[in-house]
């Protein structure tokens, strides 16, 4: 079984960054793609960026290209969500997900973590 726990979240200005950390676990880990989402209060789960396995292709939404890059270390098997530019919009929790195939769509990720809040303030 993978395990995923996320961390980094946190209460920020708009125009701050932030980093946020998805530690990974058991099985295969480091062979799986891995993706962020994000959930704002009363509204669905969205997909914001992900990368594949070797790390040399990325994809993410609209909304957060320019300002957010996504990366993996898999030696510590750890990916990473960079976040500049933060703006009001951007508050949710953010949530990683692995998954055997570089995709944007929830069910293409079979193991979840439980989340970090981002709260950005204007």
């Known amino acids: 079984q993978v395990q995923l726990v996320e961390s980094g979240g946190g209460l920020v200005q708009a125009g701050d960054s932030l980093r946020l950390s998805c530690a990974a676990s058991g099985r295969t880990p480091s062979s799986y793609t891995m993706g962020w989402f994000r959930q704002a209060p009363g509204k669905e789960r969205e997909f914001v960026v992900a990368i594949s396995w070797s790390g040399d292709t990325t994809i993410s939404t609209d909304s957060v290209k320019g300002r957010f890059t996504i990366s993996r270390d898999n030696a510590k098997s750890t990916a990473y969500l960079q976040m500049n530019s933060l703006k009001p919009e951007d508050t949710a929790v953010y949530y990683c997900?692995?998954?055997?195939?570089?995709?944007?769509?929830?069910?293409?990720?079979?193991?979840w973590g439980q989340g970090t809040q981002v709260t950005v303030s204007s």
């Open positions: 997900a692995a998954g055997p195939f570089l995709r944007s769509t929830l069910s293409a990720y079979g193991y």
